[in-house]
């Protein structure tokens, strides 16, 4: 992967991350290789978590797709889950998300875009699968790279399309992705390429509630990834540094460009 | 995408209920905790709503929904109108046994043995008043050494 493919693949990856509470892979895409790409990816994650009201365990399958032609991506991705909450099983889909990037700026060491965001509430909040409400997540991200190291920032606001009661609080929902109904979404990244296709990312994403009530919630990860030819694959340990979003969260990923 | 959005389950709603001035009164009798509302959380809540249970012997009800003391009632007696009662916007029939497939337990922190009881849709109503009126209510929960006042 070149070193432009590479920064959209943190950038992107890092951005969706913070954007929907830190987990989606659907971003692990090289669009700037190819004029049009299309990628198909896997997501396997496993969590505990111990929140105000729930404690328990999730596992998730989360397939997700992508298409980009130049400048611009588009992808849509779903969980399908497992959680037990409380003493109680449950399995049911997450809230649909699909998103769209645009590269605004390029150079030689530095990349910047925008990034739409917007979930559909299909996953049921009654259980944490779901938001209960649509989500509208607009953000701008920043990639400044030099030699194997890429740094990434991005930072924007999430906001559920919802009338807010003030004092109505359940703490961060839903638990498979655990986010503030108006919060300012944030993520900073540094990746760095090990050679033969690897490389190694520390990441931390979180969000500060904005208005009624809320919680702030930070999240630090540690990832190994590895590219062999069309495929991308990484590992990844996440916890919860601020707030309870969840105990430890652990993440395989696995990517197919075509 | 609005289309999948529409197959989730109905998401709770408040009724809508407000408490009338004076205190409404059904047949002859305002509802109280004492004649209305610990003999319905005894009779449908408290085998998971109850705070003497553990986390894993609840099947999914939420920590702090405790509904064996008044107390735990109104800490979040939103939660009650809008899961479970009937009122002029919403008539909210998730608990008992929405959330378990209307399997319930038969004993305190038991599994999910037998189906739930069913409020009737007057329990349900009456519920909805209750709580509509027992939140402004004074309370002196110190006195009755369970909490703070309110």
Known sequence: ???????????????????????????????????????ASVDLVAASYSTLTYVG???????????????????????????????????????????????????????AGAMMMVSAPTGDERFGLGMGHTMVMPSLFGVWSTGRLTVSANAGFSRAIAQMEAG???GVWPLVEPMNMSEISWGVGCDLALGRGMHGVVHAAGGIPVGLVGHERVIGAARLGWTSGRVDTAVEVQTGLVGDPFTIRGLVETALHF | MFVLAACSGASPTPTGTTCADPDPVTGTTTLTWDNFGHDFMFKYCTNCHASDLPNSKRNGAPIYHDF????GVLEVPD?????????PKAQNDFMPGGGTNNRCPSMPGGS????????????????????????????????AGVGSAN
């Open chain 2, 79 to 87: 939660h009650i109108d809008e899961q479970t009662g009937w009122g």
């Open chain 2, 112 to 143: 999910l043995n037998e189906d739930c009881p069913e409020p009737t849709g007057v329990e349900r109503t009456n519920l909805a008043q209750w709580i509509a009126c027992e939140r402004l209510r004074p309370h002196d929960f110190v006195d």
């Open chain 1, 168 to 170: 109505h609080d359940h």
């Open chain 2, 68 to 71: 064996d003391t008044l107390l």
């Open chain 1, 1 to 39: 992967m070149n070193m432009v493919g590479r920064i959209v693949v943190v950038a992107v990856g890092l951005i969706a991350s913070a954007a929907h509470a830190d987990h989606h892979g659907m971003a692990m895409n090289d669009s700037a290789e190819e004029p049009r790409a299309f990628d």
């Open chain 1, 57 to 111: 365990d999730y596992e998730g399958v989360l397939p997700a797709v992508g298409w980009s032609h130049d400048d611009y991506g588009f992808g849509a991705s779903i969980g399908l889950y497992r959680i037990m909450l409380n003493g109680l099983d449950q399995h049911g889909i997450g809230d649909v998300m699909v998103h769209a990037t645009a590269r605004l700026y390029t150079a030689e060491h530095v990349t």
